[in-house]
C-alpha cells in the first residue's frame, strides 16, 4: 500500500489563504483521483473535495484542490478563512481494492 | 434525505466478537457500495473494508483482513461488520459511509453516519 503525507498542523488568521498539502512518496500522484475531508470536533468526516478539484454541492467554493504533479502533490486550498473552517482535514486517494487516508492535517484559524 | 445510522458498538474483551450494523436510509441502498472506516482515540482516519453493491465483492484492509467480515441486506438496507479476535488496537469509532465513485472498487466516501464506539479492553 501506498502512503499519504500531509502536515500535522498549519494556523492561519481569518480571511487569509492557506495550503494543505497532501504529498505521495511513491507512485503517481494523478493516477488515482484524490478527495479531501473535513472533520470539525465531535463530528463526523465530510467530504468538501472529490476528484482532485470538484466541489460536492452545499460546499463553498472557497474551497478548491488542485494536482501538482511537479511535486506528486495534491493540494486542499481554502480562501476567506472563517472560524468554522477550524477542523481536521485529511486527504484521500486509493489503488486496487485499498483506500488510503493520509494521517492529518489540524487547522487553526486565529 | 441520506441517514446512515451505526449501532451495535460497545466494550468487548481481548479476544471476543462484536457485530456492528449501519441502518441506511434516503437512497436506494443496493445501487450503492459502501465502507467501513474507523478513528481511534486522537488518531486520524483508517480504512476498514468494502463491499459492493450486491456484496458480491469485499476488500479488507490488512490490518482486519482475517478477522473481520463486511456484509450487507438489501432488503433491510442495512450494512453490517462482524468483528472477531478482537484486539486492543482495533479501539475506535466505527463510521459506515456510502461509496460514490468508480464501480467496484473503494474510491469516494460522500456520506458517513455518525460513527459508533467500540472499546476493546485486557
Redesign the interface.
Known amino acids: 500500500n501506498f502512503v499519504l503525507t500531509q502536515p500535522h498542523s498549519v494556523s492561519e488568521s481569518p480571511g487569509k489563504t492557506v495550503t494543505i498539502s497532501c504529498t505521495r512518496p511513491s507512485g503517481n500522484i494523478a493516477s488515482k483521483s484524490v478527495q479531501w475531508y473535513q472533520q470539525r470536533p465531535g463530528s463526523a468526516p465530510t467530504n468538501v473535495i472529490y476528484e482532485d478539484k470538484e466541489r460536492p454541492s452545499g460546499v463553498p467554493d472557497r474551497f478548491s484542490g488542485s494536482i501538482d504533479s511537479s511535486s506528486n502533490s495534491a493540494s486542499l486550498t481554502i480562501s476567506g478563512l472563517k472560524t468554522e473552517d477550524e477542523a481536521d482535514y485529511y486527504c484521500q486517494s486509493y489503488d486496487g481494492g485499498n483506500m488510503v487516508f493520509g494521517g492529518g492535517t489540524k487547522l487553526t484559524v486565529l | 434525505e441520506v441517514q446512515l445510522v451505526e449501532s451495535g458498538g460497545g466494550l468487548v474483551k481481548s479476544g471476543g466478537s462484536l457485530r456492528l450494523s449501519c441502518a441506511a436510509s434516503g437512497f436506494i441502498f443496493s445501487s450503492f457500495e459502501m ?1 467501513w ?1 474507523r478513528q481511534a482515540p486522537g488518531r ?4 476498514v473494508s ?1 463491499i459492493s453493491g450486491r456484496g458480491s465483492v469485499m ?1 479488507y ?2 490490518s482486519v483482513k482475517g478477522r473481520f467480515t463486511i456484509s450487507r441486506d438489501n432488503a433491510q438496507s442495512s450494512l453490517y461488520l462482524q468483528m472477531n479476535r478482537l484486539r486492543a488496537e482495533d479501539t475506535a469509532v466505527y ?1 459506515c459511509a456510502r461509496d460514490f ?1 468508480r464501480p467496484g ?6 456520506y ?4 459508533t464506539l467500540v472499546t476493546v479492553f485486557s
Not at chain 2, 486520524?44 to 480504512?47: F, K, P, S
Not at chain 2, 472498487?105 to 460522500?110: F, L, V
Not at chain 2, 458517513?112 to 460513527?115: A, E, H, P, V
Open positions: 465502507i472506516v486520524g482516519l483508517e480504512w468494502y476488500y484492509a490488512d463510521y465513485g472498487i473503494p474510491d469516494r466516501a460522500d458517513w453516519g455518525q460513527g
